[in-house]
């Protein structure tokens, strides 16, 4: 049954900056340590005066109150001395991206639009970041870069051009600030070793399905991956990170061989000819070479599917003949097929599919034995659902949203 959501809903309208925690200025002198590799951060460390018999300690006692306990304040670590708090704030810095908009939507999903500020002579940057509340798990959906050079047609981002990659301390700081909101880190009197509250961790599951290419900012993905996957700190499993790429095959065997997350490949057509429009990367690789890439994945498994990401566009890539054909494709890789919802944004040329189209295309895939979920549209209402991000320098005006009113039907 179809109903319409109400974009002027108090769940779904923005809330302001001033009610958020929104971090203060800081000397753009002093070093972040988020993001750090151990390594890394013990070196800092030692340059700023830590004697080397102690950075190891300091190290440990450092990493646990970023990753463990989540604090965002030097002054907040019990258990370092007065003397070393005071070098630290006077060197480096913890701070977490500015908090400049949070919209929930009516389905509970959130989205945050978060500001970094400026490096060297550059301007300070927003990024989209999107948390996605399910029974038994909670998704963080994470970005990689500010804007895009991918230009796919039926994604919003991707009608905003690149700015800059993030780096590795942005990238963690959008996990370590979407749990600070969700209260997914202990509180300050809870004892030493508790790591998530007692109901359980909120931010279970974290996809860099964000703005961005992952594998066009690869050192920077691979090194917040290493800290978000420490077992000591923030301690998510690698099968439970899932890195999403349009394609570039040279990356994909060095992104399994290095990172050793799921992979999901953004594919959404069964031809070169189709896919060429609707994601360009495929003129430099070609649906052939992406194939050989994903058979070649380091760790493919049954237990270790690919995961092939295909946006349902009316009566462009919908067909049973398609459907048909992405069977074919996908002969001998260890699979699974996501089937999403085109999901409408201002100035689009794409429909979604008839939602009877995509339970029949559905049905011939499974068929086939390829598991084949439709994916539950989250967060269309406040243009937080797949390919809708952008950041809200270049966002839509509030009239541009009721305008569309109708086809955020669900």
């Not at 051009?161 to 996990?175: D, F, H, S, T, W």
């Not at 061989?257 to 999901?264: I, K, Q």
């Not at 594919?267 to 003129?283: G, M």
């Amino acid at each position: 049954m179809s109903a319409t959501i109400d974009l002027t809903s108090a769940d779904a309208r923005p809330r302001p900056a001033a009610a958020m925690a929104a971090a203060p200025a800081a000397s753009q002198s002093k070093r972040s340590l988020l993001g750090l590799s151990r390594h890394d951060l013990g070196l800092a460390l030692m340059e700023a005066g830590v004697p080397e018999k102690q950075a190891r300690m300091r190290v440990q006692q450092l990493w646990h109150w970023l990753y463990v306990r989540g604090v965002s304040d030097f002054s907040q670590m019990a258990n370092v001395s007065r003397d070393l708090r005071s070098l630290l704030d006077d060197k480096f810095e913890i701070r977490r991206p500015e908090i400049v908009e949070e919209q929930i939507s009516v389905d509970g999903t959130r989205k945050w639009l978060f500001r970094f500020p400026a490096r060297g002579a550059g301007r300070p940057v927003e990024i989209e970041t999107v948390y996605i509340p399910e029974e038994g798990r909670g998704t963080l959906c994470v970005s990689s870069q500010v804007g895009c050079t991918l230009t796919c047609t039926f994604c919003h981002t991707g009608t905003q051009r690149l700015v800059r990659n993030l780096e590795p301390g942005e990238i963690v700081g959008q996990v370590l600030t979407a749990r600070a909101q969700l209260g997914d880190f202990p509180e300050a009197s809870t004892p030493q070793g508790a790591i998530v509250p007692s109901e359980g961790r909120l931010v279970s599951n974290v996809v860099m399905m964000g703005m961005g290419e992952p594998l066009y900012n690869y050192d920077n993905v691979k090194s917040a991956l290493s800290v978000v996957s420490d077992g000591d700190g923030l301690a998510l499993s690698k099968r439970r990170i899932t890195l999403s790429t349009s394609g570039v095959v040279p990356m994909i065997e060095k992104t399994g061989a290095e990172m050793g997350v799921m992979l999901a490949i953004s594919l959404h057509a069964v031809t070169d000819e189709l896919r060429d429009v609707l994601v360009p990367i495929n003129k430099k690789y070609p649906l052939a070479d992406l194939m050989a890439a994903c058979r070649a994945y380091p760790g493919l498994s049954n237990a270790r599917r690919i995961t092939f990401e295909y946006v349902m566009l009316k009566g462009v890539n919908d067909s049973l003949a398609d459907a048909r054909q992405l069977v074919r494709l996908l002969q001998g890789i260890p699979a699974k097929i996501n089937l999403i919802p085109f999901n409408p944004w201002p100035g689009s040329d794409y429909e979604c599919s008839d939602w009877d189209q995509i339970e029949r295309f559905a049905e011939l895939v499974n068929q086939a034995g390829y598991a084949s979920p439709i994916r539950t549209p989250r967060g269309r209402d406040i243009f937080a659902a797949c390919g809708q991000l952008k950041s809200e320098s270049e966002r839509m005006k509030k009239g541009d949203r009721l305008a569309l009113e109708a086809a955020v039907a669900v």
